[in-house]
């Protein structure tokens, strides 16, 4: 065989992350040729800088709070007596690497080409990759290069006193005081997982509450549980000046009254966002160009292809939207798949994606925000129930919510349209949204839901109580 037809592939992906290694996996199911190129591991952020190593983290911390709370509600005489930070590291890169090697041995079985290399485009169907040279793709080609964190103008990260997430994943001890910058979902989580290990904690976020894309009383909740944890959370507050001191940073913070605070921390964490990886990329070789926020944008959203035929976007390059999320980019990867192989691909219905934050307490929501849907002129039935109102909510204790918005048609005061959201705030209702994502992709209506029972004792029967109310048949709300 030459070396012509050796390069020569049906798809060519460029990025070995959840959207670009799904795409590759699909397209050889279906009898596609495949070139993978990764500059790095097959896994990316999601696999060895994110998601993974993250939740395993913040697994650790919730056996650190889970004796905490042992000890102090339940009389079970325990103490947490020193943390072995190695061990806890040795572990969570355990897991790390079973997984890395699931998926290398995945791409094996399919036999999909991983070729090691940066990747340019240089045409509408041709790549180079470093060290393995020109590639043809008859097909297409997949841009999935993912995301980095995004810096702030005069914040050098040195990856000591000031650090992104990747710095404070990797970090070799932990601090006894940090300040994070941000109250997304990578925020919230690290300031979370740092309190559970003992730090002291201050969150600023500058939008007026926490998870600002989330429903209105999903930031209040998780404020709340946070605030209980000993969480200083500053909500409607800007950082104004930050100064570098041998053993940490002295920051400005202005609150919405306009006050001036001093915060000392050991650590400044910069969690304000990721941006999109199009660097060495050479979109301009395929006639492509990114926007002013580095996102490159499908011509049509039911296929992610862009303005140049053949060539197609998923992960953290899509522009919203799309999530940013390990989950969506799985489902972008199968529809590009699909769509390049020449079946009828489902476009991503973004509205039924499930959002997570594995903090303490943990969020979870799908569909419309209450705002949203009185932004959009809908008639709407909002109903909400305290997890402490059911008994396994007690046992647990640590408060949240859920919330349930729901079209109002016809008469007779209960909500009788579809549902538009589900929103939870509490333990483990990341393991429970599966159920609210069902329900609002299905437009089912409450009283749908209200048909089926849910266990008793669990969580979830704060759920079946809500949609209960909402069909006018609860008993325990009004």
Not at 189 to 197: K, L, P, V, W
Request: charged share 20%; aromatic share 2%; glycine share 12%.
């Amino acid at each position: 065989m030459s070396q012509t037809e050796t390069n020569t592939t049906d798809v060519l992906v460029i990025g070995g992350g959840t959207g670009g290694y799904s795409t590759a996996l699909r397209a050889a199911s279906l009898g596609l040729r495949v070139v993978l190129a990764e500059r790095d591991l097959v896994g990316g952020t999601c696999l060895h800088r994110g998601c993974i190593p993250s939740k395993a983290m913040l697994h650790a911390a919730e056996l650190v709070d889970g004796i905490t709370q042992a000890r102090e509600r339940w009389g079970v005489k325990a103490t947490v007596d020193s943390l072995d930070w190695p061990a806890l590291v040795a572990t969570r890169d355990t897991i790390v690497a079973r997984n890395h090697q699931g998926v290398a041995g995945h791409l094996r079985a399919a036999q999909v080409r991983v070729v090691q290399g940066s990747a340019r485009l240089t045409g509408p169907r041709t790549v180079h990759i470093e060290g393995a040279g020109e590639f043809t793709a008859r097909r297409g080609i997949v841009l999935a290069t993912g995301s980095r964190p995004r810096l702030l103008p005069g914040l050098v990260a040195d990856g000591r006193r000031v650090v992104t997430s990747d710095d404070a994943l990797f970090a070799t001890e932990l601090p006894a005081s940090v300040l994070v910058l941000g109250g997304g979902a990578i925020g919230v989580e690290y300031a979370s997982f740092h309190r559970s290990m003992g730090a002291e904690v201050t969150l600023v976020e500058a939008a007026g509450r926490l998870l600002p894309l989330e429903d209105e009383d999903v930031g209040r909740h998780l404020a709340r549980g946070l605030r209980k944890r000993g969480i200083t959370v500053r909500t409607g507050s800007t950082l104004t000046a930050t100064e570098l001191l041998p053993d940490g940073v002295r920051a400005t913070v202005r609150t919405p009254k306009g006050d001036e605070l001093v915060v000392g921390a050991e650590r400044l964490l910069i969690a304000v966002g990721r941006v999109p990886v199009t660097d060495g990329l050479d979109l301009a070789a395929a006639g492509l160009s990114a926007d002013e926020r580095g996102f490159v944008a499908p011509a049509d959203r039911s296929r992610l292809e862009t303005a140049v035929p053949g060539i197609h976007v998923v992960g953290d390059l899509l522009p919203p939207p799309s999530l940013g999320l390990a989950h969506a980019s799985f489902a972008e990867g199968l529809l590009v798949a699909e769509t390049l192989a020449g079946l009828p691909g489902r476009a991503v219905d973004y509205a039924t994606v499930p959002r997570v934050t594995y903090s303490s307490p943990q969020t979870a929501s799908v569909g419309l925000t209450e705002a949203e849907a009185r932004a959009r002129g809908l008639e709407i039935k909002v109903n909400t129930m305290p997890l402490a109102a059911t008994a396994k909510g007690m046992v647990h204790g640590q408060g949240g919510m859920v919330k349930v918005i729901a079209a109002a048609e016809g008469a007779g005061g209960h909500a009788t349209g579809p549902v538009l959201g589900v929103h939870l705030v509490g333990p483990h209702v990341s393991e429970m949204i599966a159920e609210g994502q069902l329900i609002v992709a299905w437009d089912a209506e409450p009283s749908d839901v209200a048909a089926h029972i849910h266990a008793h004792p669990t969580l979830s029967e704060a759920v079946g109580e809500t949609f209960l109310t909402l069909a006018g048949r609860g008993l325990h709300q009004h």
